[in-house]
């Protein structure tokens, strides 16, 4: 427990209080041709967090919808404060003090962070909003996790870090006896991870039950008074947190036993640049220069808000630059729309994978080949010959070990870890030979990680140059050639070999 999180509640807290608030007994739940839940039965006691960890796919998301009224089971109970419930529509579980805080931030764009926060509990007076008491009262919660933020911001405004911690705010606001967290430290800081686990620990003192979903198992490990680890619709097993290891919870996630994490890396051939970037400025990023080798893997490291993604974004095309050079294999290039950096061989994973990064509602198919659609387009028609476009695909995502019974299946219906996947697909039936991933592993379980950290060193193996952007810094330790580090969008260090640790991009990224 990291001591921030300790002065919080002046020590380690109470343990779990007693009896179960919440339990599951014998659920099961399916779908056509799929059996999502399998007689799962689980208990959360009360005033405890309660871990639950699995590979996507395992049956996580199906049994949080069920305790948040999105999903109906097809069997079983759900046993509330010891009388049985029945969940119909979320409202019903809201009311009872159930919150949810999905991994897919949903928060009302048009609206202010304030009104966000208290969505479902703005205080009115005669029908009227009592504006002033409604922005009081969200700005206590919201200091509660340290959003220092103006909250008179458009939802919209915000970055994928700010609004997650609106969400969480707006739990608080409610007054839920049992939040479920998902995911909840995807793209927040190291500052705000600390705040945020200091908020878990805080609610845990006062009585809440949190049960809190993450594939980062050192925060379940840190946090959790008890694991539940779950794998192909089933409860694997429930254990008290301090009789596990990150080992043990691995291997009972992924089935087998686990080797090393990281790919071995490979020593760089002398070559000359496949990119290089002079002066680039935008935004908050202020003259940023660097170079990328073929083979190599270059990781851009640095606090949220650093400018990290926006340096690839303006390389991309993506976000337009002030100024700055870019050229590739020595040649200067005009970027100023992405297709002008697919056309020279880059290709861009970004942050927000459902968001940006592809269209979930279209085929796997269908995003896979979007940027190469030309080469399956008949002659004068427009039409797409669909089947040599799936004969194209298929090879691809089979050699990626992407997971789906047919290409013709939207891409949504994906695990987080396969959808990542087949974006690499996409980029790898273009010829890329640039590769920018930003956040390549967030929400995508340890086994699944570990294939995208072989898939990210292939790349590089085959000459590509990669860079990686990552909030997990043992991701950019264990992966990277180099790592140039961000603070407040410019360059504060480049640290390479053995010189890349853990404490060595900290103190670059906190350097007075």
């Not at 606001?173 to 927040?188: F, G, H, K, W, Y």
């Not at 840190?222 to 680890?229: A, C, G």
């Not at 991701?475 to 969008?489: A, I, K, P, Q, S």
Request: with cysteine.
């Amino acid at each position: 427990m990291s001591a921030s999180a300790q002065a919080a509640l002046g020590g380690e807290g109470p343990a779990p209080a007693g009896g179960p608030l919440l339990e599951v007994r014998g659920v099961n739940k399916g779908f056509p041709g799929v059996t999502a839940l399998s007689d799962v039965s689980v208990d959360f006691a009360r005033g405890e967090v309660h871990g639950l960890v699995g590979e996507n796919g395992a049956g996580k998301s199906t049994l949080l919808k069920i305790l948040s009224g999105i999903y109906i089971p097809d069997s079983g109970e759900i046993i509330w404060d010891g009388e049985q419930v029945s969940f119909r529509v979320p409202p019903d579980a809201v009311k009872l003090g159930i919150e949810l805080i999905p991994q897919e931030l949903s928060l009302a764009p048009g609206l202010s962070a304030a009104e966000n926060i208290m969505m479902g509990s703005i205080p009115s007076r005669l029908g009227r909003v009592r504006w002033r008491e409604m922005e009081a009262q969200a700005k206590r919660v919201a200091a509660t996790v340290h959003l220092g933020i103006d909250l008179r911001r458009k939802a919209a405004t915000l970055s994928a870090a700010e609004q997650r911690l609106v969400m969480i705010a707006r739990a608080l606001a409610r007054r839920s006896r049992l939040i479920i967290m998902d995911e909840p430290t995807v793209s927040l800081t190291a500052t705000e991870v600390e705040a945020l686990k200091a908020v878990v620990l805080r609610l845990r003192g006062e009585g809440v039950t949190v049960i809190y979903v993450s594939h980062r198992l050192d925060e379940v490990l840190e946090l959790t008074d008890r694991v539940t680890v779950m794998k192909d619709s089933r409860i694997v097993a429930t254990e008290p947190t301090a009789a596990v290891t990150k080992r043990v919870l691995i291997e009972q996630i992924i089935g087998r036993s686990y080797g090393e994490q990281f790919p071995e890396r490979r020593a760089l051939a002398e070559a000359p640049p496949v990119l290089r970037v002079r002066n680039l400025s935008g935004g908050i990023v202020q003259g940023v220069s660097f170079e990328l080798r073929p083979g190599e893997i270059l990781g851009l490291s640095g606090l949220v808000g650093s400018g990290r993604s926006e340096i690839v974004r303006m390389v991309f095309g993506a976000d337009s630059r002030s100024s700055g050079e870019i050229e590739i294999d020595g040649r200067a290039l005009k970027v100023s729309h992405p297709r002008h950096a697919i056309g020279a061989g880059m290709g861009l994973l970004p942050e927000d994978r459902r968001g940006q990064g592809a269209i979930v509602e279209m085929s796997i198919a269908a995003n896979v080949s979007l940027p190469t659609i030309r080469r399956f387009a008949m002659r004068g028609t427009g039409m797409v010959r669909e089947r040599a476009e799936s004969r194209a695909v298929l090879e691809r995502i089979a050699r990626l070990n992407v997971a789906t019974p047919s290409v013709r299946r939207p891409l949504k219906f994906l695990s987080g870890g396969n959808q990542q996947k087949a974006l690499i697909a996409k980029w790898e039936m273009s010829d890329i030979r640039l590769f920018m991933f930003d956040e390549p592993t967030a929400g995508v379980d340890v086994g699944a990680k570990q294939e995208i950290y072989s898939l990210i060193s292939e790349l590089a193996e085959r000459g590509a140059g990669v860079i990686v952007i990552s909030s997990e810094i043992e991701e950019v330790v264990g992966l990277c050639h180099r790592v140039l580090v961000m603070r407040e969008g410019r360059n504060v260090g480049v640290l390479e070999g053995d010189a890349i640790s853990e404490a060595a991009i900290l103190e670059l990224c906190y350097e007075a």
